[in-house]
């Protein structure tokens, strides 16, 4: 309490307009996003003197306001060091699946828009948003060869963008039945990048005697139990793919919707083609291989404290006006991963 009154202080003395937005109401996402702007438009030599400390105020009190269950505070790579790419299939189904929509007719309200590619012998799941984002990167530095910095981002993100997230920063390949997934870990810790394999996994089904339509196919639930999460999804028998989004399949027909019991994770699909197009399998250079629960224990660390991680500090501002770094910073942020075994 004693701190919390302190950080009250602070705020009201130094950051008025930001006090009364953080503590004068119940705050709602909408205000967080004026106390951004307010935060980026204010000048002059109070907030150069104070910027660090109110950074470190604000994520220590606005936690609860933008750290969602599924992001916390991670800033994406700038690059995920792929590598060199080879063509080693051709698609016969392509599916895009939606993570997480509050809106599925709004690509801007997604965590991630991902694509599941469906080849003669390969198949691979990725975030589109992330591999769109790479190509245009690439498309940029050829178009600016001087240029001594790259932008981060470039072309749509859906919400949070700028915030790395496990689910999206991971490819996965299903070959002979194998399943190998190769993770790029965030801004700062890239020396952890790792993949590894494991035999593809077959869940056990309960057929239910449920049915919806989606994208105008008649799909039936399904639902089963698998390591540590129950899960609920729909599929087609139309479709004779044994496949899914992310890990899932097994099933007589694809899996269109998929969803945990605990509403954690949903997966939707949102459009189906029926092409012919390359499926690309990189090199992903420096990548460590390492078992997936190692593999997991760093994504759920990072995702869990990043500033830890990547050895980030506390600071605050001496009597004359210098930003003096402290303690460790640590910001923890709830993370619920889809594997619990």
Not at 26 to 44: C, D, F, P, R, S
Not at 81 to 86: A, F, I, L, V, Y
Not at 195 to 222: H, K, N
Request: glycine share 8%; charged share 20%; aromatic share 14%.
């Amino acid at each position: 309490m004693k701190a919390k009154a302190t950080i009250r202080r602070f705020l009201w003395r130094h950051f008025p307009d930001a006090h009364a937005v953080l503590f004068g109401n119940h705050v709602n996402n909408e205000e967080a996003g004026e106390l951004v702007k307010l935060i980026n438009t204010n000048q002059g030599s109070k907030m150069k003197g104070h910027a660090v400390i109110l950074f470190v105020v604000l994520a220590a009190v606005c936690s609860g306001v933008w750290a969602q269950r599924k992001q916390g505070y991670a800033c994406i790579p700038i690059s995920r060091n792929q590598g060199k790419g080879t063509i080693v299939d051709n698609t016969r189904l392509r599916i895009w699946y939606a993570l997480n929509a509050d809106s599925i007719g709004d690509t801007d309200t997604y965590i991630d828009l991902q694509r599941l590619d469906v080849g003669d012998s390969i198949s691979k799941y990725y975030s589109w948003f992330i591999s769109n984002n790479d190509s245009l990167q690439e498309d940029w530095k050829k178009k600016n060869p001087g240029a001594q910095t790259i932008p981060w981002w470039v072309g749509p993100g859906g919400k949070k963008k700028d915030n790395w997230f496990p689910y999206e920063y991971a490819d996965i390949y299903i070959s002979r039945g194998t399943l190998t997934e190769y993770a790029c870990m965030p801004h700062g810790l890239g020396r952890y990048n790792g993949w590894y394999s494991e035999p593809y996994p077959q869940q056990q089904w309960t057929m239910e005697s449920r049915f919806q339509t989606i994208l105008g196919y008649d799909c039936q639930q399904a639902t089963c139990h698998w390591r540590g999460r129950d899960y609920v999804v729909w599929f087609t028998p139309a479709i004779p793919a044994r496949m899914g989004p992310w890990k899932l399949g097994g099933l007589p027909g694809l899996i269109l919707k998929a969803q945990d019991t605990d509403s954690l994770y949903t997966f939707e699909a949102v459009k189906i083609e029926k092409s012919r197009q390359p499926i690309v399998r990189y090199a992903y250079d420096g990548y460590t291989k390492m078992s997936r629960r190692e593999l997991q224990k760093h994504q759920q660390a990072y995702a869990e404290n990043w500033f830890k991680a990547v050895g980030y500090q506390k600071a605050h501002v001496d009597a004359s006006g210098n930003v003096v770094p402290d303690e460790p910073l640590f910001i923890h942020t709830d993370f619920y991963p889809l594997e619990l075994e």
